[in-house]
C-alpha cells in the first residue's frame, strides 16, 4: 500500500491548523507516521526543534520592537524579537508571533524571557510556537528583551518604525506630554534622566579628557577651568534628557517643557532592534558579481 496516497487533504489541513508547519511539511510528517496525527505532530515538533537549535547560532539583529498595554494605561510591557532579515520582520506569521509575545508578556506579570517563553499560546508554549516558526520561515528568531514599566502615575509609550520602542514614566502632566516625551527619548536617545544620574565615573573620564583637550590650548589655567567647566555642561546637557533640547521645539529643554506642564520623569526605558549585536557585513554587490561569473 502507497501509505503517500493514504494521506488526504483534510488530514494535512488539520495538521496544519494543529502546528501552524508548511502544507508540505505536514504531509511529509504523516507520510512518516503512517498518518497517525498525534505522532506526526510529535516529529514536527522534534523536527521544529532541531532546525530550531541549528539556527540559533546565526546572527539575528533584525525584527521589531512591539509595545502591550493594559486597559487603564497603569502597565505597559515593551519586547524585541529578533530574526535575520529585514525581509521576515515583515512577514505575517513573525507578525502574528510578536503580537503572541507581547501579549502573554503583559499578562504574565514576569520579566524572565525563560518563563516568558513557557507561557502558553495556541494551546503550546510561546518556544514551541517559536521553533515552529523558524522551521517554517528558515530563519533564526530570538526573544531577546523584555522591559515592564507599572506605575500609578501616566506612561508614555511610543515605537517609531518599530525599529525604536521608549516606555517613560511621568509623574503630572497629561497623556500628551507623556507621548512628546516618549517620542524625544526615541529620536534623541539620552542616556540619563538628570545630572544626578550620571555616574561619577563617567563625569570624571570625561572631565579628564577635558582637561586634556584644554591643556593643548595653551592658554592659562583660569582659562582651562572655564572652558572645562562650560564644555562639561554642555556634555551634560547632551547625554540627559531634562538638560536637551526638546525634539519638537528646540527653543526650550525637556526640563523647561516638563516645568511648564507640571510634569516630572521618573524613569525611562529605550530599545532598539539590534543594538549591541554584532551584524555580519554583507557585501551584496560582490555576492551578485559572484554569481554573475558562477564564482
Known sequence: ???????????VKELRERTG??????KRALVETNGDLDAAAEYLRK??????????????????IIIASNDDQTESVMVEINCETDFVAKDANFLKFVNEVAAN???ASTDDIEVLMNTES?????????????SK????????????????????AYVHGGRIGVLVEIDGGDNELARDIAMHIAALNPEYVDEDAVPSEVLEKEKQFLISQAADSGKPADIIEKMVSGRLRKYLAGITLLGQSF????????????????GSVKGFTRLEVGEGIEKKQENFAKEVMQQVKGG
Open 247 to 262: 525634539v519638537k521645539d528646540g527653543d526650550i529643554t525637556v526640563s523647561k517643557l516638563l516645568e511648564q506642564k507640571g
Open 1 to 11: 500500500m502507497n501509505i503517500e496516497m493514504a494521506v488526504t487533504a483534510s488530514m
Open 21 to 26: 508547519a508548511g502544507m508540505m511539511e505536514c
Open 47 to 64: 523536527s521544529g526543534l532541531a532546525q530550531a537549535d541549528k539556527k540559533a547560532s546565526r546572527v539575528a539583529a533584525e525584527g521589531l
Open 137 to 156: 520561515i528558515g530563519e533564526n528568531v530570538q526573544v531577546r528583551r523584555l522591559a515592564r514599566t507599572k506605575t500609578d502615575s501616566i506612561i508614555g
Open 105 to 107: 508578556a503583559l499578562n
Open 122 to 134: 495556541d494551546g503550546s508554549s510561546l518556544e514551541v510556537a517559536r521553533q515552529a516558526l523558524v
